[in-house]
Structures are given as structure tokens and as C-alpha cells.
């Protein structure tokens, strides 16, 4: 068994990759720094929540105010679910404009689209956790917009909702689905990404100026140190982030007393904008066929060339859809 | 039309008796000041009610009866119908506000006939009318019916005011022949009478200090009975006033809560501690297990105003043992010891908490949660509250171990607090230290790579 291991060892030793890479594709492996960091965060943070109606706001005032460095770890987990979600939409983005989708990646793309709507769904799940008036009056406004999503909309409501009023029930299910079931299953899917990378490893720049010598550079340690720099810098953000702002804690969830306006997480503000800007329906199936589209983007993308003149339409959508959400988030923030 | 039929109907029936046979004496006889003519409080009982036990009588009555259920109106539409607004309009609008209008005409209190547009049948004495009745005799009328349980039992009124009135101050007086006392509609108001659940009412909560001081802050007519004039002005800054009319104190006292309404009296030494403990009922009990009672029993002090005052009552707080003890207890008795004593234990105690909620409200800026320790503070609060009252016993130990509790539970928040504000402040110190080892591992792990790079570079050229 040993032997095995040292032959693996010894063949990893030889890995190379080119020295031609960019930042931009060190985002997926501090994308499982993050994960990794979530997950730790997540678990002290368990030790002290206490998942029920009467006592989650006070057992999330207990970890932010007397457990010692609770509101660091608090604060990392939170920050951290932003930066998750920040650094998997910026791989998605690369991974487009490389056109890594392409076969034989075509399956690494659609986990990777997977693995995103499972992060949006932890982050969603656990902004109830915390069982604040903002917890609790967002995702009771966020009811009203999964309700009008067609036929993923009442499967979503069964699922997190189970038919109850917002309320014990409804934050013990999205507790149940933030630990046991969602973090899972991203797990799975990271494993099967990974892996999956490792295989058929990273897709490499194409030449910008043909033809460009083959400089390849060691995975061991010259890659690592370039990740290991590039985390401690990600790491020290956001611990900066974690430590300057960290998440408010509003009054305990009161059913009786709505808050007039509650801002989305900033991921989700052009989901909201494009509901306010179209009919309920049709913003909710505009949604619902764009997330289908891209996840269907290998698919729709036969050309297996690298002829830029023949690729300004998907690099033209690519920016299009870019833009118009940013634009979306600009709109819901300063609205 | 139906109601004035009624009227005229039950007025034949029951003419009103002349005035000899109401035991009165002329204009302001007291029995004449029955209702007569109103049919909706008219009862069987009613003095001045003429029985007849012949059979048409009781054949008549049976018939009006039957002629009231079926043709009974509001009360109010009744009144309208009188003739008396069509020359005293002022004084109907006035009347037509008020409470009495919903079951009682002009006729109830000064007779007559309402019947009729012709001034002196209207006026006329062998109807009942009796004018502007006189001030020693308003409280009788009044008591007519507000004496009388089966008129006020449907108002759900008590019907004891008169019989208080009679023991009080100004009741007694007026029955000596004073009649610049006050007397009901001095309170109440005569025509335009409102309940005193009415915010307008003279006799409201917020108004009463007002219309006693009609009377208490006038300085000439209190001059006649040898009375202050400066209550009203007093109360009005007093504890109790600000309360009252500044803090909207629901069970802040008035004028009557200490005196009485209708039974008004100055409350006499020897009963003062249980006037105050009215509200003040904790205080009560330890000032009679205390040294003072024995004081105030034997008369050497006045009970509660002797440290704090009356009318002009002051928040109290610890200048009282430096203002008031001293009139009493020499700085070199043991007594006063015994006051500094508790001067100190009270004072720590209420600046230990109330330096705690400064500090939680401090907190609260940077670390919104902190405001969870509000909720064991108020226990704190709690002690010092207690303390208040038991310090009238005197009892030095025992408000020592509730003013020691009130410190333990400030100390602990504040400890809480500062544990909070402590961690705020390294935060941002561990936040440099944080970048600076960030900065130092990313500068050594860049030179390593850079020289790793130059070192192939090197070997590259030597093996080409």
C-alpha cells in the first residue's frame, strides 16, 4: 500500500503545468481554501447555535458578544459564504471566456454550475439562522418570489418551507438543509470537481501571439507557492472585511413587527431587480430559462476552433450578461 | 311627536302634586327638585310620586306602560323635543353636549313644563318650577338622583357622593350656612356636565389641580379661612405633578387621591403615613416597623411630611439626609450616623447601576447586542428599588445586603461591557499584526519562487 502511495507521490512530483497562467486561474482551488474555511467556521459555530425560535437569537447574541472571538468566527463564516460565492462567479466568468466548458470539461462545467446554485442555497438558508427581524422579514419577502418561480417554485417552497408560516419549523428545516444536506452535497460536488481537474488538469492559455515557446513550470512547489500567495492575500481580505465590518445583529425576529425594506445579499439583488423590472412570471421564468441556459452553454457551443472572429457572439453575450448584472446590482443598491 | 305624546300622557297620569304636599319651602325646596316630569327615571319609589290604589288609576298606568314599551325612544330624542331651547338656545346647545342629556331634561332640575311655548305656563310654579336653584341646595338636588341606586345602578355610578359630601370639608361648611364652599356644580360644571373619562372634563385626571385651584389659589378667598393659596402652583412642580401632567403617569395622584373628591378632607397627623401608602404601600409598611413610627405616633414628627414635604413634594434623593435629618438628629448622634450611613449605601448602589446603563448604552454603538445585558441590569435596578422603601425602617443591615446585591449585578455587566469594548479595541491591533505576518510569509514565499525561477533560468541556458 505504501508503495502505491509513494508511486503516486512520486508521479504527482512531476506534474507540470504552463508558466504562462494568470491569477484568474488560481480561483478555483481558493474557491476549496474557502470551502474549507466555511466548513471550519460552520462547525465552532454550531458548537455554541442552538437551532429553535426561542433561542437562536440568543444563542447567535451569546456567540457575537461572550464567546470568546465568536464574533470573528461569526464574522469569517459570513464573510466568507460572500467571498465563496464572489470567487465561484469570477471562475465561472474565466472558465467562459477560456471556453474550459468544452469537452472534455463539458461535465466539469455543469458541476461547477451545480455547485454554484448549491453555495446560493447555503447562503440563502443560512441568513435565516441568525433569527433577526432582517432574517426573518427577507426571506419571508424571498417566499413571495420563490412562489413565483413555475413548477421550481413550489418544489423549492415544499422543500424549505414544508407548507409552514415562517416560523420553528420552517428555521429547523433550513438549519437541517444548512448543515446536514446542502454542505454535503457541495462537498460531493467539490470531490467530483476536483478530481476531475486533477485528471484532466488545468485548461491552459491558448497563445496569444503564435507561436509562444512551451514554458511549463512544476506543480510542486512553484504553483502551490503562487497559491499560497495568492490565499494569504485573499485571506488577509477578508479577514480585514471580517474584522472591520462584521454582520450586524438586528432585534430578535418579531412576527408582528415587518420591516418595511430588507436588502437582499448583494448576489441576489438582480434576481430581485429583474422581478420588480418584469410581470412576476415572466421575470421568475426569465430566471429559471437563464440558469437552464447556462448550464446548457457546452451544449450550445459547438465550435471547437479558436478563431476569434467566429467566437464575438459568445464573447459578446458573455459581456452582455455581465454587464446587465451589474447593472441589476447597482439598480437594488442604490434604489 | 311620539315622545311628547308620551309626556303628555304620563303627566296626566301622575299631575305633578302642588307645592305644599312636596315638603318644600318655596323656590329652593329640595323635593321639588325631583324629576317629575321626566318619564324615563320616574320610579314607583320616587318622593313625590302620587300613589293611587284605585282601579282606573292602576288601569291607566297598566295602559301607559304598555303605550312606554311599545313607544320608548332614546332618552336623548326626548330632550330635543322640549320647549325650553326656544328661549334659552344657548343654553340648550350647552346642555345637549353634555352627559345629563342623555337621560335627563331642563325640567329634572329646575321643573316647570316643557310642554309649552308660553312663558309663564312654562314657568309656572304650580308646574314644579323652581328656577336657579340655590347653592345650599344643589348638593340635595344633585343627590336626588345621584343618591338614589335605581336611577344610577343602569349608569353603573356609585351613589355614595352625596353622603361623602356631607362629611367633608366643604359639606359640613355649607351645612353651617357657608355657601362660598364648594358645592357640585362648582367641580362639575352645571349645565354642560361631562364624565371625568372626558379629557375636557373639569373633573379629569389633568384637570382637577385646575378646578380646586379655582377656588384653593384664589389668595383672597383663602384668605377667609386662613388656608395657603400656593397648593395648586406647588403640586404643579411637585413629584407628583410632574408625573401627572409631564410624564403622563397613569396612576400619578391628584388633588383627590390625597384629599378625597366628594369626601374632600385634609388628611389628619396620625393618618398621613396611610394616605400616602395609598400608592406608597411598601414605604408604609417599613416606617411602621422603623424607629419613626413610635416618633410620629408620640407626635414628635409628621409622619412622611416631615422629610418630604407636601403639595411641593420633591423627587427625593440623597440631599434629603443632609436637608432633613439634621432638623431632627444632631450631626454627633447616632441617628445621623445611622442616616449617612444609608446616604452611602443608596447613593453607591443607584451610581453603580446607573454607571452600568451608561456604559451599555456606550457599548451598544460598537457591539449592537450588547443591550442583551439590559435585561440582568434591570435586576440590579431591581435591588436599588427595593432599597428605597426598606430604608424608611431604618434597617441599616438590611438595605446593606440589597444595595450589595445592586452592586454585584452593576460589577458583573460592567465587567461584561468592558470584556466587549477590550476585545473591540485588539481587534484592530490583531488585524495589524495579522497583515503584517501576511505580508512578511507572501514576501519570503515571493523571493523563494523568484529565485526557484532564476535558478531554472540559469540551468536552461547551461543545459542549451
Partial sequence: MFDTLKELVRAERGRTVSAHLTGFHYLGVMMLVAFVCEATTGILLMIYYRPSAAAAYHSTAIITDEVRLGWLVRSLHRW????????????????????????????????????????????????????DQYAYWYIDSARQTIAAVPVLGNLVLGLFWGGWDLGEEVLL???????????????????????????????????????????????????????????????????????????????QADPLLPLAHTLPRWYLLPVRELLRALPGGLAASAVVVGAVLIFLVPVLDRYRGTSVPRLVVQRAIGVLAIAAWALLTAKGYWR | MRSLGLRIGIAAAYPAPPPDQRGGKGKGARAAFQPLSDPLLRTAEEPG???????????????????????????????????????????????????????????????????TDDIEAAHAPAKGYIGKPGRADIPALCGTCHADANRMNRFSLPTDQYAQYQTSVHGRRLAEGDTHVAVCTDCHGTHHILPAREPTSPVARRNISTTCGRCHADAALMAEYKLPADQVEKFRHSVHGIALFDEEHPLAPTCATCHGAHGAIAPAVGSIRDVCGHCHGRTREYFNEGPHRAAADAGK?????????????????????????????????????????????????????????????????????????????????????????????????????????????????????????????LRYLWLAIAWVAILFTVGVTYAYRRERQRQRRVLGIRNS
Fill in chain 1, 80 to 131: 466568507g459564504a460572500d467571498a465563496l460565492i464572489f470567487l465561484a462567479s469570477m471562475h465561472m466568468i474565466r472558465v467562459y471566456f477560456a471556453r474550459a466548458y468544452r469537452p472534455p470539461r463539458s461535465i466539469n462545467w455543469v458541476v461547477g454550475v451545480l455547485m454554484l446554485v448549491l453555495l446560493l442555497a447555503l447562503g440563502f438558508t443560512g441568513t435565516l439562522l441568525p433569527w
Fill in chain 1, 173 to 251: 428545516r433550513f438549519y437541517a438543509f444548512h448543515v446536514g444536506v446542502l454542505p454535503w452535497l457541495a462537498f460531493t460536488l467539490i470531490g467530483v470537481h476536483t478530481l476531475l481537474v486533477w485528471r484532466l488538469g488545468i485548461q491552459e492559455p491558448a497563445p496569444t501571439r503564435a507561436p509562444r515557446p512551451e514554458v511549463r513550470t512544476p506543480f510542486f512547489p512553484d504553483f502551490v507557492a503562487t497559491l499560497f500567495i495568492l490565499t494569504l492575500l485573499a485571506g488577509g481580505v477578508l479577514f480585514s472585511a471580517a474584522v472591520v465590518f462584521p454582520p450586524s445583529l438586528f432585534q
Fill in chain 2, 49 to 115: 310620586t302620587v300613589r293611587r290604589d284605585n282601579s282606573a288609576s292602576a288601569k291607566r298606568f297598566c295602559t301607559i306602560s304598555l303605550l312606554a314599551a311599545l313607544l320608548a325612544v332614546p332618552a336623548r330624542a326626548a330632550q330635543v323635543q322640549e320647549a325650553c331651547g326656544t328661549c334659552h338656545p344657548g343654553v340648550k346647545t350647552e346642555y345637549r353636549d353634555g352627559i345629563h342629556s342623555q337621560a335627563l331634561g331642563c325640567t329634572a332640575c329646575h321643573g316647570g313644563d316643557p310642554t
Fill in chain 2, 301 to 425: 414628627m409628621s409622619e412622611c411630611l416631615s422629610c418630604h414635604a407636601y403639595h411641593d413634594t420633591a423627587h427625593p434623593d440623597a440631599t434629603v439626609f443632609d436637608t432633613t435629618c439634621p432638623s431632627c438628629h444632631a450631626p454627633d448622634t447616632a441617628a445621623f450616623a445611622t442616616a449617612q450611613q444609608l446616604k452611602t449605601l443608596l447613593s453607591q448602589s443607584q451610581d453603580a447601576v446607573a454607571t452600568a446603563d451608561d456604559e451599555i448604552a456606550r457599548a451598544a454603538s460598537v457591539s449592537p447586542t450588547i443591550a442583551r445585558l439590559r435585561p440582568r441590569l434591570q435586576q440590579g435596578w431591581a435591588y436599588v428599588t427595593e432599597a428605597l422603601p426598606v430604608q424608611h425602617s431604618l434597617n441599616v443591615d438590611r438595605v446593606g445586603d440589597l444595595t450589595r446585591s445592586a452592586r454585584s449585578i452593576s460589577d458583573e455587566v460592567r465587567g461584561a461591557v468592558h470584556g466587549v469594548e477590550e476585545e473591540n479595541r
